[in-house]
């Protein structure tokens, strides 16, 4: 390894652990004046970690792209290096989009351009022969979708989100699940972290099978999330049935997977509220969210407040809108409706 590299790692390296501007700056500098050296003093999982650290101190969008140009004339071949350098340009397009403040269908125009190389990459990455070793970058996608598509995930909007959701979902389904244990239940919180060392201990010991490269299960929560979030694009889009039907998946992945709702309470009250949202388009299945909304007090509290709203109070309040990966849904109160502007407070701290 030559000395000018080496020393760019640790530049790079100490501008990722420690926050250090000064040496992303410094790395930059040597990078873009030796361009020439590109892809042989400088080969290209360097180029591509300039970018993934400009991202995420999130302050450098020129050195993003100075980097992606660098990787574009190397002409990546269909490995780990061009699938992440696609997800770097999807993510450096999105935030152009934000720095624009686009409106319209300007910006979604913008997002879904980015969506593109996002989608290109799990293609990329679920290829026959790297479907087993590449599993970790699938879902990395589906954790980069969800960052890009959030502005497109309102009413009105989400309509043009259908079918690159479905996509990854397709894609997440071929990642094997990851069971979710019973959760800790202890008496003081040294046996707690006891517990949770051991667990983690078993975790790190488990070994993928031979030839099946690194694993990269994942937990039935997220494929939840995401089945929820196709739920309401295709609501949006005006293909109720097959909402529902996503729906019906998700409430079916949920009992099947009763630790899940044991490990994080909120869901299933998240799940019952898109379930009543969908009730108030197809009243006879209203009768089956009252049933399972008396399974406990918070349940039916949540029910109590979406059927009241669901009933007439205000037809577009509490659409859920998704926040990030693994929390709650909050609920977006349509404030240009004097009705929902008379909820008391209390109602929508239920549901958020």
Not at 269 to 285: E, W
Request: net charge neutral.
């Amino acid at each position: 390894m030559a000395s000018t590299e080496c020393y760019v790692r640790r530049l790079l390296a100490a501008a990722k652990d420690d926050t250090n501007y000064h040496a992303l700056d410094e790395a930059f500098n040597i990078i873009n004046g030796n361009v020439d050296r590109a892809g042989w003093e400088f080969p290209p999982d360097v180029l591509l970690q300039l970018g993934e650290v400009s991202n995420a101190l999130e302050t450098r969008p020129n050195y993003e792209l100075r980097a992606l140009e660098l990787l574009e004339r190397l002409k990546l071949e269909d490995n780990q290096l061009r699938a992440r350098a696609l997800l770097l340009r999807c993510l450096y397009e999105s935030k152009v989009t934000n720095q624009l403040n686009l409106k319209g269908d300007r910006r979604v125009d913008r997002i879904k351009f980015a969506l593109g190389f996002l989608l290109e990459a799990i293609k990329l990455a679920l290829q026959a022969d790297k479907k087993e070793r590449y599993g970790f970058l699938v879902y990395n996608a589906s954790l980069v979708f969800w960052e890009v598509s959030r502005p497109l995930m309102r009413p009105g909007w989400r309509q043009h989100l259908v079918e690159p959701v479905q996509q990854v979902i397709a894609a997440v389904n071929q990642l094997p699940p990851k069971p979710i244990p019973e959760p800790i239940v202890a008496n003081s919180s040294a046996a707690r972290a006891e517990l949770e060392r051991q667990r983690k201990e078993a975790e790190d010991k488990a070994e993928a099978p031979p030839g099946k490269g690194v694993p990269c299960p994942v937990d039935v929560v997220w494929k939840i999330e995401l089945l929820l979030q196709l739920a309401f694009c295709l609501e949006d889009a005006g293909k109720v049935p097959d909402g529902q039907k996503a729906l019906d998946e998700a409430v079916t992945a949920l009992k099947n997977n009763p630790n899940a709702g044991k490990t994080f309470p909120w869901l299933p009250q998240t799940v019952l509220s898109a379930r009543c949202h969908f009730a108030k388009l197809n009243s006879g299945s209203m009768n089956a969210v009252r049933t399972d909304a008396n399974a406990s007090n918070a349940t039916r509290a949540t029910a109590t407040v979406s059927g009241r709203v669901n009933d007439g109070v205000c037809p577009t309040a509490f659409i859920p809108v998704f926040e990030e990966p693994h929390r709650n849904l909050a609920c977006l109160p349509c404030f240009d409706c004097p009705t929902s502007a008379a909820l008391d407070n209390s109602i929508f701290s239920v549901l958020s």
